[in-house]
């Protein structure tokens, strides 16, 4: 079962222009982080926000989290044509930090 | 070189032929994972190893087993291969958690293609 479900599931943007996906989770958690995957390939992290944040950035990258709606934003400013992957957030469970439960994805595609 | 690796990148086999995928890494990390994704969906934990001694069950281990054979070392098995076991299988690394607002930021391998004929 997914823990996170990621909206919209696909995106196409143009070079330049902002790219917002959203993911939404069920229970609690202790952190929520987000992945690229580009085609075929391993995931790689981007960033990690606790429960206790609000928001966090790293380069162009803004994360967004409320807890009291159970969902996450990630922001990507000024897109480029390498941004173009899938993007996933995953939850650790306030339960237990042990293991990250991934959604279904968005896929990004940035035409230049 | 690599922080995680992963052998074979690719493979094709038969039904019900036994399958090893192996997983190093020379991260240091205490624990490791195994994932498998379908076409289009996110990732299925099946195995996890907190260190040699601690094996646990992901939400779809059934068909696979594991081997932890050292800290750096962790190894899936299909012992009966069927189709529906094709999929991309990834191994991650961890650090271990600490404190009660620890992360678990994860190091993904490159994958193993694997196609069940």
């Known amino acids: 079962s997914q823990q996170g479900e990621e909206d919209p599931q696909a995106l196409s943007i143009q070079e330049g222009e902002n790219a917002t996906m959203n993911c939404s989770y069920k229970?609690?958690?202790?952190?929520l982080q987000w992945y690229r995957q580009n085609s075929g390939r391993g995931l790689v992290h981007l960033i990690l926000?606790?429960?206790?944040?609000r928001e966090k950035h790293s380069g162009r990258l803004r994360v967004t989290l409320d807890t009291s709606k159970k969902s996450s934003s990630l922001l990507i400013t000024a897109s480029r044509a390498a941004d173009t992957a899938s993007y996933f957030c995953?939850?650790?469970?306030?339960?237990?930090?042990?293991?990250?439960?991934f959604g279904s994805g968005t896929q990004l595609t940035v035409l230049p | 070189d690599a922080d995680v690796t992963q052998t074979p990148r690719n493979r094709i086999t038969k039904t019900g032929k036994r399958i090893m995928l192996e997983c190093s890494q020379t991260k240091g990390h205490d624990r490791m994972y195994w994932y498998r994704q379908d076409p289009g969906l996110g990732l299925q934990l099946i195995y996890y190893s907190f260190d040699v001694k601690d094996i646990n069950k992901g939400e779809i281990s059934d068909g696979y087993s594991v081997s932890r054979q050292a800290q750096a070392k962790f190894s899936l098995s299909l012992e009966s291969a069927i189709p529906n076991q094709t999929a991309l299988y990834f191994c991650?690394?961890?650090?271990?958690?600490?404190?009660?607002?620890?992360?678990?930021?994860?190091?993904f391998g490159p994958g193993t293609r694997l196609t069940v004929l």
């Open positions: 995953a939850t650790a469970s306030s339960g237990s930090a042990r293991q990250l439960t």
């Open positions: 991650a690394t961890s650090d271990a958690a600490r404190g009660p607002h620890s992360y678990n930021e994860q190091f």
């Open positions: 926000i606790r429960s206790n944040e």
């Open positions: 229970t609690s958690i202790n952190n």
